[in-house]
């Protein structure tokens, strides 16, 4: 009985590796690194965010014109927080390509401490861990009347 228990949890570890790897190799196109920069001891009222996009074989640039990207979408924060975070302006180029890696640029007050958000002063106490995780999860980006789901690159189980 337990060498039967024992061989079907090996089947399912098995499974899960090999379907893992696959769609780690399905994906042409995800998030692969995140950063923030509070950017604290500049008179700036926000803090960047720096997303870097592995766009294997140009497969997003080619779906889609990055230039007419009009939002960022962090599916981790609130919904209705999601509205803090803005690309760059115009007069400033949002994303950069090179090697295959999109970095996108992304202004933020929302992780900011002593904030005014509607008009309303709030505390923040967000962690240096908590940001990475909120930065770092999947996102969305915003085109005239489409949305891309980019997911992390790293598989998660």
Partial sequence: MKQLQIKH???LLIFLFISC?????????CLKKAEYFPLSKMLVPESAIKLYIQDKDSVLQKRVNLETAQKILFYSVKEKDRNQFHLVTPQIKSFQIKNGIITISVLTAYFRPNIYIDGVRKKN?????????????????????????????????
Avoid: H
């Fill in 21 to 29: 790897n696959l769609k780690e190799k399905k994906e042409n196109y």
């Fill in 125 to 157: 106490k967000w962690t240096n861990e908590q940001i990475k995780k909120v930065i770092e999860n999947d996102i969305g980006v915003i085109f005239d009347k489409d949305t891309i789901l980019i997911k992390n690159c790293k598989c998660k189980s």
């Fill in 9 to 11: 949890l090996l089947y």
